[in-house]
């Protein structure tokens, strides 16, 4: 565990799930390894979004919030956008009440954030889990969002052009090192892109040859 100050941004209305996240955290780290800072809406994040100096490294999203309607903001959906084009360094952690597949599907295709977790699943270690996942660059979804991939995705219709040619790409034998220069993006695109068609294939631990052996199986390749 790093002694290094952690900045996070919590944004969610409910007082509640806020002081239990903070118990959460603060009974792993020490508190003057955390810097915290809470919005309870969609308008107060918009405000640290965009007319403070701050940087975070990780947010806390809910997806249900009040929306600021002056900026075109519904829910935490439209923030998580917001904060991906002007914080590009910052992590997204979203935590929603939807269990609904289709929903939790469209949000990480269209968010694709470093972790989500179902509000009325997770413990607290599995929190702290994810956290740390997200925090070491990794990525951490609840058991619940990785079954909702694969139920809405078992035709493999929610694959894009994109992993349809990471795919192509590496059963032609192209090492992932290789990959921006055909597809020009950059790695850690092309790694998160990987782990989505891993949960998209249900493949929990794996490599390359996994992700191939699973796109020959369903004739992708």
């Known amino acids: 565990m790093s002694n290094e100050l952690i900045k996070i941004l919590i944004v969610d209305d409910h007082p509640t799930m806020i002081e239990g996240y903070k118990s959460i955290l603060y009974s792993y780290y020490s508190p003057d390894t955390l810097s915290i800072t809470i919005a309870h809406s969609c308008e107060t994040a918009h405000l640290y979004i965009t007319k403070s100096n701050q940087h975070f490294d990780l947010v806390l999203l809910d997806l249900a919030l009040p929306p600021y309607e002056p900026a075109k903001l519904a829910s935490g959906e439209d923030l998580a956008v917001l904060i991906q084009k002007l914080w590009k360094e910052t992590k997204i952690m979203m935590l929603t009440s939807h269990t609904e597949a289709f929903i939790l599907y469209n949000l990480i295709k269209k968010i694709n ?13 599995e929190f702290l889990k994810a956290f740390e996942k997200v925090l070491q660059g990794q990525t951490y979804y609840s058991q619940t969002a990785q079954q909702s991939i694969k139920e809405v995705g078992a035709n493999h219709f929610g694959l894009d052009s ?3 040619r990471i795919i192509s790409l590496l059963a032609k034998g192209i090492k992932t090192r290789n990959l921006p220069e055909h597809l020009g993006i950059t790695i850690s695109a092309i790694d998160k892109r ?3 068609i891993k949960l998209f294939f249900g493949i929990q631990k794996g490599n390359d040859e996994d992700i191939i052996t699973e796109a020959r199986k369903r004739g992708l390749v």
Do not use: G, M, T
């Not at 954030?113 to 270690?125: N, Q, V």
């Open 113 to 125: 954030p470093e972790a989500l977790l179902i509000k009325s699943d997770f413990k607290s270690e």
């Open 162 to 164: 994109y992993d349809r």
């Open 194 to 196: 990987k782990a989505q």
